[in-house]
């Protein structure tokens, strides 16, 4: 697991769950982003999950990295936001449905894709997926946002799309993760 800190105390906590992917079991790819986060006031968790990707063990070893990752930040009682992309994006939802084992729910979740109107490694059948079953646990539709990420000028929101660092891709997935962020804080008393 990678821990990024804040330079001051974490306002906040982000739990960024990673997909399948060449390099997602360390953060290489996601690391300006990550860092971002920090520079925001969160302490941010990059739990590694898996070693050999596709475990049917991953929101087990999730919920284990995210409890050592928190006692390691000294058990902070700080709003607590679950973002995955890709894969992650499925297990964040299965992470979010048993986190109180690892510590305290996430006040928000963020889904990383599928969402881009030029994805063609998921292409809308994850999201479709993840909605059914979250109908299926009750979980309350008024809680639930789905926005398409669309392509714009040079910018062509593919699978790979939140790996960039263009101030495109930074309007079109850090901006809504750190609003994600703030409604989390703002919730938390």
Do not use: C
């Amino acid at each position: 697991m990678w821990i990024f800190r804040p330079a001051d105390p974490p306002r906040s906590l982000v739990v960024f769950v990673h997909g399948l992917g060449l390099g997602e079991t360390t953060p290489v790819n996601h690391r300006p982003w990550l860092e971002h986060l920090a520079r925001q006031g969160n302490a941010v968790i990059y739990p590694r999950y898996e070693r050999n990707l596709g475990s049917r063990l991953a929101v087990r070893h999730l919920v284990v990295g995210v409890r050592l990752a928190f006692r390691r930040l000294g058990s902070p009682k700080l709003p607590l936001v679950a973002i995955g992309y890709s894969r992650g994006g499925e297990l964040v939802a299965d992470y979010a449905a048993v986190a109180r084992l690892a510590g305290p729910p996430p006040a928000e979740v963020l889904t990383v894709f599928p969402a881009g109107d030029h994805d063609s490694v998921v292409d809308g059948a994850g999201g479709h997926q993840l909605l059914v079953r979250l109908a299926a646990a009750g979980f309350p539709p008024d809680r639930i946002s789905v926005t398409v990420i669309r392509s714009r000028g040079g910018f062509v929101a593919t699978h790979l799309a939140p790996l960039q660092v263009t101030p495109a891709a930074k309007a079109a997935f850090w901006a809504p993760a750190d609003r994600t962020v703030d409604r989390a804080r703002a919730r938390t008393p």
